[in-house]
């Protein structure tokens, strides 16, 4: 599992298990934040600038794939990147990239953060957690 901060981890697959090309997001806001909801967006451009929203940075660029994620939520290759925290503050969402689209996207770079909204708007936005897609063995 790879945690880079305290709010959004990735845990990935290994290149020998059947499941390559998914990456398994962890949000976790503890259970003060159960109910609230969440959006998980991406992009393939890096975290810097990124973009401000509502006085908050998002620290993500927005390109295509950022687009893709917040105009047609859990879709395509993303499942559950929109919806509620569970009563302990926690979801999971996943990335699973079908093996015929894999090798366009070897040597690219892909990075994911959340924004969680509660009774008074957005209240967090997380950390951006990596995901470099490698050569398949």
């Known amino acids: 599992i790879l945690c880079v901060g305290d709010r959004l981890c ?9 499941s390559w090309g998914r990456q398994r997001l962890e ?12 959006w998980l967006a991406g992009s393939m451009s ?7 929203f509502r006085g908050l940075r998002i620290p993500l660029n927005v ?6 994620l917040i105009g047609a939520p859990n ?7 929109l919806g ?6 926690r979801a999971t969402v996943e990335l699973r990239v079908p093996p015929e689209s894999y090798a366009a996207l070897v040597g690219l ?8 909204m509660g009774p008074t708007g957005l209240e967090h936005v997380s950390n951006a957690v990596p995901l470099l ?5």
Not at 10 to 18: D, F, G, M, N, Y
Not at 27 to 38: K, L, V, W
Not at 63 to 68: E, L
């Open 63 to 68: 390109d295509t794939y950022f687009r893709s």
């Open 133 to 137: 897609f490698g050569a398949r063995p």
């Open 27 to 38: 949000i976790d806001r503890g259970a003060d934040h159960a109910g609230h909801f969440y």
């Open 10 to 18: 990735a845990t990935l697959s290994s290149p020998r298990e059947t």
């Open 109 to 116: 770079t892909f990075h994911h953060a959340f924004a969680e």
């Open 46 to 52: 890096g975290t810097s600038p990124g973009v401000r």
């Open 75 to 81: 879709q395509g290759w993303i499942t559950d990147n």
């Open 84 to 89: 509620l925290l569970d009563g302990s503050g």
